[in-house]
C-alpha cells in the first residue's frame, strides 16, 4: 500500500473513503496485534455513522490475528483506557475522529495498561499497514460482548471525585455524540453515593448525523449554544463534552467560557485539597495561573512539553496527582495517568461544592489577576527562521527563557510562548499578563509584528 496520511503523530485520522476505508482498518488490526502481541485488545467506538462498519473491520482483523476482542460497543476513549487496563488486556482501540467533521475518522491506540504506544511501535504499525506483505492467519481469535465493563467504570470513577458533590444545577451539552448514555450511567451511579446533581440535559442523545453540529465546544462559534442554555437554566455551572467525551468544557454561571488554563488551576486546585504536596504536571503555553494554585495548595509545579504522550510520561515519572493541558486534556493518576472528559467537571462540582464559593467568582478572580490572548494561529512558510527571528529580537529583554515547548520568554510582567503544532502546519502564539489585559494586547501585537516580519 501507498504511504497512508491518516497516521498522524500520536493517532490515526483522516478522510473517509481515501485516507481511511474499513480495508485499511483491517489492515491496521492486523499490524497493532503483529507488534503489541496481544492475545486480548479492547475495541470501542464512537457514534459517527461511519464507526460500527469501521470497528467491524477492526474486530475481523484481529480476530484473524488470533485476538480476543474485548467489545465495548459505543463508548468513550476514556471508556477503553479503563477497560484495558481493568480486563488485563494487552492493548485497546478506539474507533473515533473525536471533533474531526462529520466525513472523517479515526482511531485511537494504547498498550497493555492503557500506556501510550512507544514511537517506535507506532511507527512499525504503520510500516505494516502500508507494506504489500499479507499477514498469517492465526485460530482463537472471537469477539466477547463487555458493554457491562461501564458499571466498573462508574464504580472507579465515582471513587476517585469522592462524595460531597451539590446540590447543583448545572446544563450538560453532550453534543449528540457518545457521552450521554455513559453520562447517565455516572449520574445514577453518583446519585446512589449521595450526590445532589440537577442536571439539564441538551443534545443528548448519540446521533451520528451531528443534527446540531459536530461536537467541538472549543470552536467559538460552537459556544454560544450552550451559554445561553445556562442562563436560561439559571445553573451553576455548564459543561459540553467532544465526540468521543475525552475533552470538557466548562461555563460559568453567567455563561462564560471557562479558558483551559483556569480549569486546570481550578483541577490542581482541587488535588491539592486532598493531597498537599503533590506534583502538577502541566504544559508550558499558559501557566502563571495554574502556578498560583499550585503555590497556595503547597504543591509542586512541573512542567511538560504539550502533547498526551509526553504528559502521560511525565505523571509517571514524578507520580503526579494531576496533569493539564489548556487544550482541555486532563490526566489522574488514579485512572492510569490517562486522559478523561468526566472526571474534571465532577472534581469541579465537588471544589464548588465544598468551597462555599460559585465558579463564576473562582474564574472571575483568575481572569483578573491572570489575562491571557488565547491561542493565536499563524500559517507561516518558514517556521525555524520565524521563530528565530523573534528570539533575536526580544529574548535580551526576557528575565528568563524556557525551551520546554517552544519558545517561553518571560517579562516579569508579562509572558509569552510561541511553538509548533505537533499536528499542523502552524505557530502558536500564548500571551499572559499578571493583572493588566493591556499589557497582554500589546505583547500580541509586538510578536504578531515580528513573525509576519
Not at 207 to 234: S, Y
Not at 260 to 266: F, I, Q, R, T
Not at 329 to 353: E, K, N, Q, T
Request: with cysteine.
Amino acid at each position: 500500500m501507498a504511504r497512508m496520511s491518516a497516521f498522524k503523530t500520536y493517532d490515526i485520522r483522516g478522510r473517509l473513503g481515501t485516507d481511511l476505508t474499513e480495508t485499511i482498518a483491517h489492515r491496521i488490526a492486523r499490524a497493532f496485534a503483529a507488534v503489541t502481541l496481544a492475545d486480548a485488545v479492547v475495541l470501542a467506538r464512537d457514534c459517527r455513522e461511519s464507526s460500527p462498519g469501521l470497528a467491524d473491520a477492526v474486530a475481523a482483523g484481529l480476530v484473524a490475528s488470533g485476538v480476543r476482542v474485548l467489545d465495548l460497543g459505543m463508548a468513550g476513549t476514556e471508556e477503553m483506557y479503563f477497560a484495558t487496563a481493568h480486563l488485563g488486556a494487552g492493548g485497546g482501540i478506539c474507533v473515533t475522529a473525536s471533533h474531526n467533521p462529520r466525513e472523517y475518522n479515526g482511531m485511537k491506540l494504547v498498550g497493555r495498561g492503557a500506556v501510550p504506544l512507544p514511537d517506535a511501535d507506532f511507527a512499525r504499525i504503520r510500516a505494516l499497514t502500508e507494506g504489500k506483505e499479507g499477514f498469517p492467519a492465526t485460530s482463537g481469535g472471537m469477539r466477547e460482548d463487555r458493554s457491562s465493563v461501564r458499571a466498573a467504570y462508574v464504580t472507579h470513577v465515582a471513587g476517585l471525585v469522592g462524595q460531597g458533590i451539590g446540590p447543583l444545577r448545572l446544563v450538560v451539552n453532550a453534543g449528540n455524540g457518545a457521552a450521554g448514555p455513559t453520562l447517565d450511567a455516572l449520574t445514577e451511579g453518583l446519585a446512589a453515593r449521595g450526590a445532589r446533581l440537577d442536571l439539564v440535559r441538551m443534545h443528548h442523545d448519540p446521533d451520528g448525523t451531528f443534527p446540531n453540529g459536530i461536537p467541538n465546544p472549543l470552536l467559538p462559534e460552537n459556544r454560544p449554544v450552550t451559554a445561553a442554555a445556562v442562563r436560561a437554566a439559571g445553573a451553576d455551572f455548564g459543561v459540553a463534552f467532544d465526540g468521543d467525551f475525552d475533552r470538557c468544557f466548562l461555563f460559568d454561571g453567567s455563561g462564560g467560557f471557562v479558558d483551559g488554563e483556569h480549569v486546570v488551576a481550578l483541577l490542581a486546585a482541587a488535588h491539592l485539597t486532598q493531597e498537599p504536596g503533590a506534583a502538577i504536571i502541566h504544559d508550558p503555553r499558559v501557566i502563571w495561573a495554574v502556578q498560583d494554585a499550585v503555590q497556595q495548595g503547597g504543591g509542586r509545579s512541573v512542567l511538560a512539553p504539550t502533547g498526551h504522550v509526553f504528559l502521560k510520561a511525565a505523571m509517571r515519572r514524578e507520580g503526579a496527582a494531576y496533569g493539564g493541558e489548556m487544550s482541555a486534556h486532563h490526566y489522574f493518576r488514579g485512572f492510569m495517568a490517562c486522559d478523561s472528559g468526566m472526571i474534571p467537571w465532577l472534581m469541579v462540582a465537588r471544589l464548588v461544592s465544598q468551597s462555599g464559593q460559585s465558579l463564576t467568582g473562582m474564574v472571575g478572580a483568575m481572569r483578573r489577576d491572570f489575562p491571557s490572548s488565547g491561542e493565536i494561529n499563524f500559517r507561516v512558510t518558514e517556521l525555524p527562521a520565524v521563530v528565530a527571528r523573534v528570539k533575536a529580537a526580544l529574548e535580551p529583554k526576557a528575565r528568563t527563557t524556557d525551551r520546554t515547548d517552544g519558545l517561553s520568554l518571560d517579562f516579569g510582567d508579562w509572558r509569552m510562548n510561541l511553538r509548533a503544532s505537533n499536528t499542523e502546519p502552524l505557530l502558536r502564539l500564548n500571551v499572559e499578563a499578571r493583572g493588566d489585559a493591556g499589557l497582554v494586547a500589546e505583547g500580541v501585537a509586538r510578536v504578531t509584528a515580528l513573525i509576519k516580519g
